[in-house]
């Protein structure tokens, strides 16, 4: 049995706080769990009277005639301490507290949550809560909830389980799917989560067998791994997991001195966790049932491409429009297929979208055959229908129904989709057959195309390789030079470059390396030299290198007199091939993270970057760089030579390495710009930022 199994489907459960009052939060919650369907028993605990609601009460937990599956915990939040204290006595080790005035409320209440946590830890109790809305099942008729929504409907069984931290949305999101007729197996709202979170619900919703698919939010997390391995649990188990992540919040302060930091924002990371994971983010409500609704009923298609069929040539061209613009692939049908289609329907037009024109209204009986053809003209994942109202009219409608089902029983595997007004008793006749319905046509391409991108993520899906900690660097701080010589040993090319604390110096090793050099100014207090005019290129002799060294200091000087300044570093002067930005970041949730872009100045102005798990394998370096616009660089540009990728390929995966096995030291490493070469790539700048917890210089 999963360890939330007794939170969904309790086989008895105490109402700690119950009242006879359905006003109040206690009276209505005791009122669901008796009018709603439930058929486990009920156990009303009241101090103050022997019956509540016509069913016995009893002053305590401890006072229960058995020790009930859960119990639901509705008292002020002074009381609640002692009320699991009598949960733990008499052995009841689920609990929910839907009491709020904890953290919610700041103040005593931050104080409070904290030690009813590690009360519930101590006694070996697993609590949802505090100020929590409670578990839904309704193919159990359990309700164990005080959502008013109840008053008025009740969310019909189904196979969408639904797991929210924000009780408000939970419950508007099972209101909303059963007004739209999608049926809930289980719903659960977490609160303020001092134990479960929605990664265990979710966990809980991929074993249960009720459940087809997911619908979660999230307002934040503290539990990377764990949302990790239910994502990824639920990719495995091809459970589709549609989810929400309202709010943002600050990487971190010492992320923020990077531009990787501030391209980053927790926004970004959990994004690419999500991708990384299996489960499909979206941006409305309305999207995520429209997703899980056909999810639930269709199988996922197994490509990102569609055919439209429509009887009105301009729904036809909107709905093609909307495919492209959603990420599918709208192919055209073969000459055979359209030479088949236009022998039962001469007046058929286009090759996808396929226009049958208003004339099929008198031949119905010719749309299996062309919905037949379509699936043989082009590699189509899906298949949609516009068939204007023809779904409210019961005379016409059976002419039409033969040709689906014979559709859907001749290809399985592909999705099948309607679009029409329509009358209930034609939507669920449908249904039944595994061919959802929309009257939207916009809605019905994005709702495919997200369960197109859902079977994608799934088959890519795959957790992080694990890498060990490694010694310790006791650093806090390095500037450039010792920024490059640290990642160069961590396997990060390196041009050859040294360090000039004077100008003769500098003359000296620009004579060394070669000429023309570039010459930078050397600074723990720098991190951003071109903002301090701290870059000159292109020196070409001795004098210019002189110079340069006297005008870099002069600048620094005057745009930070407070800086150290440690001299400059003379490097060669490299032309050709394209800037990129390569980087880490330590996020407080989801640890060490891998950024690559188009790099340069104008980098956060682009922000054409995308993010990774570390530490990468050469695949998903390869997935990394593919995810950034710029990539199309990087294989040759308007006739220009393809750059060595395998070479940035090898680079990414050692830097996030590194940035693994130092999770807990190296807050961030910036290497801007990564020139990428026809033969080799080289670090021409870096920037290491260490934690607090770093060792000393």
Partial sequence: MHPLEKMFRPRSIAVVGASGDPEKLGGRTLLHLKELGYQGRIYPIN?????????????????????PDSALILLPAALVAKAIDD???????????????????????????????????????????????????????????????????????GSVGVATQSGAYGSHIYAVAGFRGIGISRAIATGNEVDIDVAEAIDYLVDDPGTRVICASLEGCSNGDGLRRALLKAAAARKPVIIMKVGSTEVGAAAAATHTGSLA??????????????????????????????????????????????????????????????????????????????????MAAGCNPIDTTAQLAGRLHVIETISQAMMRGADLGAAMFYLAHLGRDMQRFPKIEGAFLALRRNQPDRTVVAVMTHVDEVRLRLEAEGIPVFEDPTRAVRAVAGAARLRRLQQDAEAVPA?????????????????KALIARAGVPVLPEEACATAEAAVAAADRLGYPVVMKILSDDIAHKTEVGGVMLNIADGDGVAAAFAALMQRARAARPD????????????????????????DPVFGPMVMFG??????????????????????????????????????????????????????????????????????????????????????????????AAGGGH
């Fill in 47 to 67: 101090v103050s009277a022997t019956e509540v609601q016509g069913l016995p009460a009893w002053r305590s937990v401890a006072d229960l005639p058995e020790t």
């Fill in 87 to 157: 949960c733990a006595a008499k052995g009841v080790h689920h609990v929910q507290v839907l009491s709020s005035g904890f953290a919610e409320e700041g103040g005593e209440g931050v104080a409070l949550q904290a030690r009813l946590a590690e009360q519930a830890r101590a006694l070996g109790i697993r609590l949802t809560g505090p100020n929590c809305l409670g578990s839904i099942s309704p193919p159990d008729g359990f309700f164990g909830t005080f959502s008013s929504l109840l008053a008025t409907a009740k969310p019909p069984p």
């Fill in 265 to 346: 924002g927790e926004d970004r990371v959990i994004d690419t966790v999500f991708h990384e994971c299996g489960a499909l983010r979206v941006s409305s409500i309305e999207e995520m049932l429209d997703v899980a609704y056909l999810c639930s009923i269709a199988p996922l298609p197994p490509m990102e491409s569609a055919g439209v069929l429509s009887v009105s040539g301009g729904i036809g061209v909107l709905m093609a429009d909307a495919c492209v613009e959603a990420g599918l692939a709208v192919p055209p049908m073969s000459a055979e297929v359209l030479a088949e289609i236009h022998a039962v329907q001469p």
């Fill in 467 to 483: 890498i060990a900690p490694a010694a310790p660097l006791g650093l806090t701080i390095a500037n450039e030079a010792a920024a």
């Fill in 563 to 586: 800086a150290r300044l440690d001299g400059v570093l003379v490097a060669p002067m490299m032309h050709g091939g394209v800037e990129t930005i390569i980087g880490t970041l330590r």
């Fill in 598 to 691: 188009l790099g340069g100045v104008a980098v956060e102005l682009f922000r054409d970057v995308a993010f990774a798990s570390a530490p990468l394998t050469p695949k998903r370096a390869e997935a990394l760089i593919g995810a950034s616009r710029g990539a199309a660089l990087l294989k040759g540009w308007r006739g220009g030579p393809p750059l060595d990728q395998a070479a940035l390929v090898e680079t990414l995966c050692a830097l996030s390495r590194f940035a693994a096995a130092h999770a807990g030291e190296v807050a961030s490493v910036e290497v801007n710009p990564f020139l990428v070469r026809e033969k080799g790539a080289f670090a021409l700048d870096a920037l290491v930022v260490f934690s």
